[in-house]
């Protein structure tokens, strides 16, 4: 049985429950999608409902309604594409920008035509990802909060600031960069040196931090930080906020989406301007530092 309008299926590990989606599968994906839009072909994509919960999804689709079967980019493997041949056994199957690890394996074996990047005894193909439509640039904003300071006991609202911050940024149109102010010698995870997390912050768009440096680091390269006080009552990263005269502050207590979104749209716009102004202004602020020789002085 095929299906009146010859219309395409799109599948990948983007369409299974537990499969791994990454930039690169979509971005494969909107190659093969702008082709067949050039072309004239009807098609549907079946995603994850992890990652797309409006659907079309694989158990949503009706197989009937399809002629045509094209699995884009990854491996070929597993259970679950063998069980894509067996629901789709009636439609004309494709892979495409794929890795043939076997080509015994049912879930490659199982495909009508196979367009590999790569496999054995094949030579190299170009990922499709590298001829996909161009996207549009988003602001890039730097991740900095803390689950520890165990020290503030009973006033701790770190978990709860954590869970509000990164439920917001998964709705965001902002490409987030997670980072830690902690350094390690030994684990290329983190920055070793302060220069290296100065020389990343400062690529940032914005930032936004729930720690006292986070706060200050960003002020230090002219990136605007949306800070959050994890602490009920307010602690060091308020009192802090108020030493540098920075607006974009939130206690944890206040913090919500319309906070954030607020104080995101104005880092983005004229709160740039003011995080490099107020760079140059606390370069030349009274240095604390200088009391420490007054004492000397003074002993």
């Known amino acids: ?3 009146d309008d010859g219309r395409t299926l799109l599948t990948g590990w983007f369409s299974f429950l537990d499969g791994e ?14 082709l067949l839009l050039a072309r004239g072909v009807p098609h549907d994509v079946a995603w ?5 919960p409006g659907g079309p999804t694989l158990d949503d689709v009706d197989p009937a309604a399809y002629d045509r079967l ?3 980019c990854g491996p070929l493997h597993g ?5 894509l041949h067996r629901r789709f056994a009636h439609c004309r199957r494709v892979a495409v920008g794929t890795s043939v690890l ?3 394996d049912p879930a490659a074996a199982g495909f009508h035509a196979v367009l590999a990047r790569d496999g054995a005894g094949l030579a190299p193909a170009l990922d499709l990802a590298l001829r996909a439509p161009r996207v549009r640039r988003e602001p890039v904003v730097g991740l900095l909060l803390t689950e520890g300071q165990h020290e503030y006991r009973g006033r701790r609202r770190h978990a709860e600031v954590a869970r509000t911050v990164t439920s917001w940024l998964a709705d965001s149109r902002v490409a987030p960069v997670v980072l830690e102010t902690r350094l390690d010698a030994a684990d290329g995870r983190l920055c070793r040196s ?7 912050l400062e690529r940032l768009d914005a930032v936004v931090t729930d720690r006292l440096h986070g706060l200050v680091l960003g002020l230090r ?10 602490v009920a009552g307010g602690a060091k990263v308020t009192a802090q906020a108020r030493a540098c005269d920075w607006p974009a502050l939130l206690s944890a207590e206040r913090l919500d989406r319309t906070a954030l979104d607020h104080w995101l749209a104005w880092a983005l716009g004229p709160g740039r301007r003011e995080a490099l102004r107020r760079r140059v202004l606390l370069a030349t602020a009274r240095d604390p530092a200088n009391a420490l020789a007054d004492l000397w002085h003074s002993s």
């Open 1 to 3: 049985m095929t299906g």
């Open 21 to 34: 989606i990454t930039a690169g599968d979509v971005l494969a994906l909107e190659r093969v999608r702008a």
């Open 48 to 52: 994850s409902p992890r990652f797309e």
């Open 70 to 72: 094209v699995f884009v």
């Open 79 to 83: 259970p679950d594409i063998a069980e």
């Open 102 to 104: 076997d080509p015994a």
């Open 194 to 200: 302060p220069g290296q997390l100065l020389s990343a």
């Open 221 to 230: 390269v002219g990136v605007p930080p949306i800070a959050v006080d994890p």
